[in-house]
């Protein structure tokens, strides 16, 4: 299957063209490659050294004799994206090349804005292409659990049945999303719910969970396979952070209670979840949602796990929640639509919070420490665009 | 009270804050006068000659003694809106400066970009200058019925209370809007619930029904005062619409089986509505949603009405409908906030769409019949830059 990965550059967008070149699809990554700029922007780098794209996909051709061919651009370039489509001629596309920070978007109004016109034009441009050029191509679209935020009734998939007064109707479940990022997230899927039910594209939304892990069987092959970890206050996520803060002796930050529950799941999972997705494209006109996750936990069990798994002595540290949300609430997700599909979860063990800690602790040299306590904060609102850059880790 | 209209220089901009500075309020308007750009660029102009926005105001201040103070600038220009707050210090602003014709959004990829991106982050500009500035500003936004679609249950006002699985809770209420612009009001929703619920502004959402008529008690002062009539199939809304083709006899085009029901109101009571909701502002973190309407009508409902009370022979003629949509379905919706507050309806009557069509007669020179016929159509993807602008019309 000819499949191209918009996002191939990231933490997910990498492994993910990995694993579908080396189940034998024809696959292309598309990127901006603005996520290392981001590093710069933060002064902070991936725990793991990892290489340029072109080194990449070279030295991917010589471990497994496969090609990926990459584009490299912005997809809010209009002409970028349907050249890229023309060129490569997919069957799906893989969308994973969004902003994808919350408190990134959270720093001042700059970054609010940046965060929604980057994440929504990129999106309407390949809504407008895939219309244009091949309206049979389907567009498997990265959304987030977080768009559902934490109702007191069970998050569906998607929709939900409502019975109202007598009436009933199949409805687009209720979305109370808690950054701009992921508010850009419920616009987007606004926007494609609306593109399939006009113009009969065929989507699926992967409303995915926290991921945690780094190691994939195809990023292992060779060192200048490895995919980024993020472990900064603003780009690292919940398990990876806390093995990274293990390793390098700083407290686990938990913010608030830590009652904060997530869906979650590991990297390989990931990788499974877009493939068979793929493999099993909607039908024209059709917009569906899968909740790709396979746990929940809270950021307190969490730290309590690496904190007994770990190998040194690790301290768990209560801080002031930066964020406004819920420190605890009522958390119930289904997801039944990738399990039905063929997905063979990879539960959370012991040996696996371990292994993620072994690895936080061979890098532990590259962590700017200075990086890892929260300095967006939710609460204050910084507009002024001459303070945007230099106000963050100060 | 001190209320600053954003989109003050258009159809319904303009007589609030004629409206407002009448009834003894310290009102300012402020206006890109875009919509005047989007004229040129149909190459149409108002049924009824409209003045400059300065001159509208020496007028208004020669006529009533009141003075209305402009400020002439672009809501995405974050300078401009700090400097606008900064210097009337308003204490609600009332938001009706978008791009508010579904329509236009769905020329092609441009104009469906230009209308989200202009409402989001001028919105989203406004919630950031008055989180800075002073988060005491009740925030009038103006959304659209169009907002819900048209689901197979009631619509309530913005919160539905939903059982599902044994448990309860009160959650927004789905939506399925039916245009690029449609949608962009859902993001803006989205984004100023969130601002409401994190940095604790204070906001009514005004689902405003389609709006008729034109005259209003100051319009009617001096001719310099009128308020713009749009008649063409981009711009001009149905009942508005229907006048005009009767009077400069063109059949009415009815979309399909006429069957789309929608919510609509008076132009005097749009007025209402909106001082209304600044005399009763929301609470400090309160993000509250009114239906904005009075009656409901459907197409044909509307195109026999003219028909039937017209002077002149009308022909009805049903047209293949441009837009996807249902051309029949349930429709039903809740308004109670407004009533509550003391707002009292003029409802439809013969009078009034005869006064309608006979305001139409007097400027029916003015009327290019070319644009009267639907040009836009949403199975159409027009993405190139190029026919943009040239396409709509021809």
């Known amino acids: 299957m000819r499949i191209l990965v ?58 497994s004799g496969h090609t990926i061919q990459p584009f490299i651009g912005d997809l809010t370039n209009y002409a970028f994206v349907t ?41 309407l441009n390949m809504l407008y292409a895939i219309a244009e050029l091949d309206p ?16 007191n009734i069970e998050i569906e998939e998607g929709f939900i049945e409502i019975t109202h007064k007598g009436r009933t109707d199949l409805l687009p479940f209720p979305k109370q999303p808690n950054s701009f990022y992921h508010l850009s997230k419920v616009h987007d899927s606004h926007n494609i719910m609306f593109a399939c039910r006009t113009w009969g594209l065929r989507s699926t939304d992967l409303n995915q969970g926290i991921v945690y892990g780094q190691q994939t069987p195809e990023t292992v092959l060779h060192p200048d396979l490895a ?50 997705a793929c493999l099993n494209p909607a039908e024209a006109g059709e917009f569906r949602v899968f909740n790709q996750f396979t746990e929940s936990f809270s950021v307190r069990q969490l730290a309590e796990w690496v904190q007994r798994v770990a190998p040194m002595d690790v301290k768990i540290e209560s801080i002031p929640d930066p964020r406004v949300e819920k420190e605890e609430h009522y958390y119930q997700a289904v997801t039944t639509r990738l399990p039905e599909l063929g997905l063979k ?8 919070v371990r292994s993620l800690v072994e690895l936080a602790v061979r890098h532990k040299d590259r962590v700017n420490v200075e990086a890892i306590r929260p300095t967006v904060n939710w609460r204050v609102t910084r507009s002024e665009v001459s303070v945007a850059g230099g106000s963050v880790g100060e």
């Open 227 to 276: 995919t980024r970890v993020d472990y900064d206050a603003v780009f690292g996520t919940v398990l990876n952070r806390f093995a990274v803060q293990a390793a390098v002796g700083y407290p686990l930050t938990v913010y608030g209670k830590g009652g904060q529950t997530r869906a979650m799941l590991e990297i390989r999972d990931t990788l499974a979840c877009v493939e068979l």
């Open 6 to 63: 918009l996002g191939g550059d990231g933490y997910l967008g990498w492994p993910t063209a990995l694993h579908l070149s080396q189940r034998g699809h024809e696959v292309g990554v598309a990127d901006s490659l603005v996520r290392r700029h981001y590093d710069d922007e933060m002064g902070v780098s991936s725990l793991v050294p990892i290489r340029q794209l072109q080194r990449r996909v070279s030295t991917w051709k010589e471990v």
């Open 345 to 352: 979860p990879h539960l959370l063990g012991d040996d696996f």
């Open 83 to 123: 050249e890229t489509l023309r060129s490569f001629e997919p069957e799906a596309v893989v969308h994973f090349a969004e902003q994808r920070s919350a408190p990134y978007s959270m720093i001042d109004r700059d970054h609010a804005v940046y965060t929604q016109v980057n994440n929504v034009v990129g999106t």
């Open 136 to 151: 049979s191509i389907h567009l498997v679209k990265l959304g987030t659990m977080g768009e559902y935020g934490s109702p």
